[in-house]
Nanobody
Framework: QVQLVESGGGLVQAGGSLRLSCTAS????????MGWFRQAPGKEREFAAA????????TYADSVKGRFTISRGNAQNTVYLQINSLKPEDTGVYYC?????????????WGQGTQVTVSS
């Protein structure tokens, strides 16, 4: 089991940027692919981005390509999500997950989520 804690969410104006972080409790982090999901109010949780164990391979949902960048620092047990050109429709709770990249991502552990609110 890997415990995950997200941070970096907040209230931001449309067009702004945020960098979300997710830190794992153990070095077992480095054995997992990592993903970010988001859940808008009244909607189901959806996949946003994922990165392989090595950090060399990333995958994104079509809806976020070009604006979201996922990266990881295995030495810091942390995965990041840089979000640029924020839109009101990006509002929601953002969750990180440890797991495996597979159609598009199979999570085995979730963080508690961090709220992102984008004002127009």
């Amino acid at each position: 089991q890997v415990q995950l804690v997200e941070s970096g969410g907040g209230l931001v104006q449309a067009g702004g940027s945020l960098r979300l972080s997710c830190t794992a409790s153990t070095r077992a982090f480095s054995g997992y692919d990592m993903g970010w999901f988001r859940q808008a109010p009244g909607k189901e949780r959806e996949f946003a981005a994922a990165v392989r164990v090595s950090g060399g391979v990333t995958t994104y949902a079509d809806s976020v390509k070009g604006r979201f960048t996922i990266s990881r620092g295995n030495a810091q047990n942390t995965v990041y999500l840089q979000i640029n050109s924020l839109k009101p429709e990006d509002t929601g709770v953002y969750y990180c997950a440890a797991g495996w990249i597979a159609s598009p991502f199979q999570p085995v552990n979730w963080g508690q989520g961090t709220q992102v609110t984008v004002s127009s």
